[in-house]
């Protein structure tokens, strides 16, 4: 049986992968990460917790995201519905990262 963060950490890569799919796209120099609850400062939250964040390459860094466990978690009733938030946060921190428009049928 696997634990709920196991669950979690592999429905992350499964729409990773489904990503990479769809756009024909390589992640590979993309930092991908989860973490369990999103930075302290709620002065950076704009009107509520975040679920994920993006972080464009500066120099120094790799581009990065960052999905946060909890806020998901709790917004889901179940695991179908989990899945399909996790999916949508990964579509659109990666389509910021890569220069895509959710707006476009062919990214969908």
Do not use: K
Not at 11 to 40: F, K, M, N, T, Y
Not at 54 to 70: C, E, S, W
Not at 77 to 103: F, M, P, Y
């Amino acid at each position: 049986m696997r634990s709920r963060s196991a669950a979690f950490d592999d429905a992350v890569l499964r729409a990773v992968e489904v990503c990479e799919s769809r756009w024909s796209v390589s992640v590979a120099d993309i930092e991908i990460g989860v973490e369990e609850v999103p930075p302290s400062d709620p002065s950076s939250w704009e009107d509520s917790v975040p679920l994920g964040r993006a972080f464009p390459a500066d120099g120094r860094h790799r581009a990065r995201m960052v999905l946060y466990r909890l806020p998901i978690q709790t917004r889901a009733r179940d695991r179908v519905e989990r899945e399909a938030l996790i999916e949508h946060v990964v579509r659109t921190q990666l389509a910021g990262l890569l220069g895509r428009s959710l707006d476009d049928e062919d990214d969908l």
